[in-house]
């Protein structure tokens, strides 16, 4: 995902370890993998900003400041905080910080505060409009980082303890397992009447999109657009990364018309979504605005087929080996890699077994053009229209 998103046009990354991010049922680095996330997006002139954005407790200060040091020696360009014990060790070792959406900063006053004690930024909270954020930006002097595209929270920030009342789980302790997007039964106090809640997920939200009225946001002042992750596939944070690249580019280049803007918004409805929501930046959203059904409604998923086995950087061929399914000219298809990140490319002119051919099944070898280069070993996935 990181190789994803640093060649699909990321000017930096957010990223999360083991300890003390919102993210602890991810996947996420360990702290001996910093200097090399550093070095891979310096390559590419982006820049890294490591979450530290739950609370901590006393036992656990020791080893945040040993995750701070070791992300000022390794170079990286920010810590995204919001628990003054991280603030304070962020100062003591000089480390630039960005305050969070955890804090909720929804006003000039607020944002100046964290000013004055040294944050770089502030992640605004998620309830401001695009009018109040512009008046924040207005009459104060920091960077306003603001989210454009991804999961949402129906709590205040995220700061909810649903998670932890119903399961052990704590949301604030980066423990979060959504129990908000399940269904449920609901009794009134006689339990003569219930209600079933399925229909109408009300705490379940809907996904942010902002590409419709980025113009607007951009013309804000907005210093930073975030997009979320939230524990989603390489090929959504590819493929989102892409189109809010592409959409602040044709900004700046004056066609950023409603017709690329529908297109964009088509591009996103293709992989993970829960439906779109334009959040709070245009109005205060209703039920109607926010919830959503649970699960991907994508019409597209993707289905392992196979491994590529070798890739020859003259000819732009990749070759790949079927474990499972079938492939057709014609098809769409994603390789995934560690280092490749996320390739999409149309198996055009293939060859099966080293024959000209139009369908490989399982245990066949495919060869195709790829121009964009692959490694062996990366996994190959049929893009499918449902």
């Known amino acids: ?19 003390f991010n919102m993210r602890a049922q991810a996947d996420n680095f360990t702290i001996e993998d910093i200097p090399e996330i550093v070095r891979i997006a310096r390559e590419k ?4 900003h490591l979450t530290m954005n739950t609370i901590l407790y006393d036992e656990e200060l020791e080893t945040a400041e040993r995750i701070i040091k070791t992300a000022k020696e390794s170079g990286v360009d920010e810590i995204i905080c ?46 401001c409009s695009i009018e109040q954020i512009a008046n924040i930006i207005k009459n104060t002097d920091i960077e306003i980082e603001a989210f454009v595209h991804g999961a949402m929270c129906i709590a205040v920030s995220g700061r909810c303890f649903m998670s932890h009342e119903l399961f052990g789980r704590s949301a604030n302790r980066g423990d979060c397992i959504q129990p908000c997007r399940r269904e449920y039964q609901i009794f009134d106090d006689r339990k003569e009447n219930s209600l079933l809640l399925g229909e109408d997920y009300v705490m379940s939200s809907k996904d942010l999109c902002s590409i419709e009225f980025l113009d607007k946001l951009i013309e804000s002042g907005i210093h930073i657009f975030k997009i979320e992750g939230r524990k989603r596939s390489p090929e959504y944070a590819a493929k989102a990364t892409e189109v809010y690249r592409e959409a602040i580019d044709a900004y700046f280049e004056n066609h950023l018309t409603n017709e690329l803007k529908q297109k964009l918004s088509g591009e996103l409805n293709m992989v993970f979504n829960r439906g779109f929501t334009s959040g709070f930046y245009n109005h205060l959203p209703g039920s109607n605005d926010f919830a959503a059904e649970e ?44 280092t490749s990140g996320v390739v ?43």
């Open 1 to 19: 995902m990181l190789n994803a998103v640093i060649n699909s046009g990321a000017d930096a990354v957010y990223f999360g370890i083991r300890d």
């Open 45 to 48: 002139d982006v820049e890294t």
């Open 295 to 338: 699960g991907n409604i994508s019409p597209v998923k993707k289905e392992y087929i196979g491994k590529i086995i070798n890739y020859f950087k003259v000819n732009q061929v990749a070759f790949i080996r079927l474990e499972s399914g079938g492939l057709s000219e014609g098809d769409d298809i994603y390789i995934l890699g560690k």
């Open 82 to 127: 919001w628990d003054f014990s991280v603030i304070e060790l962020c100062k003591q070792y000089n480390m630039p910080f960005c305050v969070s959406t955890q804090a909720s900063v929804s006003n000039s006053l607020a944002a100046s505060y964290f000013k004055t004690i040294g944050a770089k930024r502030v992640v605004i909270a998620r309830e």
């Open 344 to 386: 999409e490319v149309q198996a055009a002119s293939m060859q099966v077994n080293d024959k000209a051919g139009s369908l490989a099944v399982k245990g066949d070898t495919v060869t195709l053009f790829c121009p964009e280069r692959v490694r062996n070993g990366d996994k190959v996935y049929l893009k499918k229209t449902m």
